[in-house]
């Protein structure tokens, strides 16, 4: 064990494969659809997988059912802390990724959530990394390491009860999570409205019913874009010529530590944190290596974007223009034709400048940022929220694992 522990009275000590079921059972039929949690779905801070996807199972990945637990194995997976339980799943059962471990509690031993919080704390993690060999960039665990881990195990009912505290915590982090997917599907809809479907205040307005669109009443033109007719006074631009698109830092992944002063933005989501910032400020970002290449998402404030992001802010002339905007209008651009590479997908900067961005006329966009700004506020507040929680679950979770503090 990493930290010498006193052993808590009516505790005992035993090997984790003792303790849980280190290699469950799980039958699945070959060439049937079953739910798929690939890696790139945990993000080391929520305690499920925050989607579900859908593929034929062809024999390949881990296997799981309804209550276990997915333990990323490879470096950095595993170092960023991508555990997860498993909950939901159509029929109970499904497979992921080849390079989880998968944990389940064992009747009368051991409580399936408590296995998943065990799993999270240093007992489990710090010899597993220890424990990894293999080339640079692709080492794995050794479960034979991991299954002979000596760990501290409470009753059941005691395992029951600290379970359901950091639940608790666990909880409030899931529903924020769901008002903030909710709030930003409302924004998206708002743009959407306003801006694809060109539904905005004052539509039904034309100067005769000759210059109307049939299905909006107003003056259309031909953009000779793919966004083909919008409204009078709307301009279709390259992305060089509205907005500043920059690569982030690289960093090395030896400095991306658990906790920290800024959180560090990698190719899709927080990936840790790091005592510097290179981002003043909410900014739009575009995934440009890698398979999520032409993800389009956010940073919440200050921050650290590494080299696997750009970083995109308006250019000074387009001063008007929102970060929730450029956010917004980035995913309804065609992104996606930047994108270059099979085997190692990358979007370049050269490449991206060339894209078209729809831009509504400056009045009615900021009218639409000024509404836009309270789901915002609302949404990154909600974000905040959920990283004290994080927090305070994450100091709670070793003192209670260990027996230092009781319930």
């Not at 471990?101 to 489990?124: A, P």
């Not at 003056?219 to 907005?243: A, C, L, R, Y």
Request: charged share 25%.
């Amino acid at each position: 064990m990493p930290k010498t522990q006193s052993q808590p009275k009516n505790w005992q000590k035993m090997k984790f494969k003792d303790f849980a079921n280190t290699s469950p059972s799980v039958k699945l039929e070959r060439g049937k659809e079953y739910p798929f949690i690939p890696m790139e779905v945990l993000d080391g801070q929520h305690k499920f997988p925050f989607e579900v996807r859908h593929k034929s199972f062809s024999g390949g990945g881990s296997k799981f059912a309804n209550g276990d637990t997915i333990f990323a194995r490879i470096t950095p997976c595993l170092e960023n802390g991508k555990i997860a339980r498993v909950e939901d799943l159509e029929d109970g059962v499904g497979f992921g990724s080849t390079e989880f471990f998968v944990f389940r509690g064992k009747d009368g031993v051991s409580d399936s959530d408590f296995v998943y919080y065990l799993s999270r704390t240093d007992t489990i993690r710090d010899p597993a990394v220890k424990s990894m060999v293999g080339a640079s960039g692709r080492q794995r665990a050794d479960k034979g390491v991991v299954d002979n881990v000596q760990v501290l195990a409470p009753s059941l009912s005691q395992q029951k009860k600290i379970a359901d505290v950091l639940s608790a915590y666990d909880d409030l982090i899931e529903n924020n999570t769901k008002r903030i997917k909710i709030l930003e599907e409302i924004a998206q809809a708002i743009y959407k409205e306003w801006f694809v479907y060109f539904r905005f205040p004052g539509h039904e307005k034309a100067k005769s019913r000759s210059e109307r669109s049939s299905a909006t009443g107003i003056k259309m033109i031909d953009s000779k874009t793919e966004f083909g007719k919008i409204p009078e006074g709307w301009e279709v631009k390259k992305i060089k010529d509205v907005f500043d698109v920059k690569y982030g830092k690289n960093l090395p992944t030896s400095k991306i530590e658990d906790a920290g002063k800024y959180p560090v933005y990698g190719a899709g989501g927080v990936i840790g944190f790091y005592d510097e910032q290179n981002s003043n400020g909410k900014v739009a970002l575009i995934t440009c290596r890698g398979n999520g290449s032409g993800t389009v998402w956010r940073t919440r404030g200050l921050g650290f974007v590494t080299n696997n992001s750009f970083v995109v802010r308006q250019k000074e002339e387009y001063g008007h223009v929102s970060f929730e905007t450029i956010y917004f209008a980035l995913k309804e651009a065609n992104v996606d034709s930047a994108i270059s590479g099979s085997a190692q997908p990358q979007i370049t900067i050269e490449s991206l400048n060339f894209v078209n961005v729809l831009l509504p006329e400056e009045n009615l966009l900021k009218s639409f940022q000024h509404i836009i700004k309270t789901n915002f506020d609302l949404i990154d507040s909600l974000f905040i929220e959920n990283q004290n929680l994080c927090k305070a679950r994450d100091l709670l979770l070793p003192k209670l694992v260990s027996g230092e503090i009781r319930v």
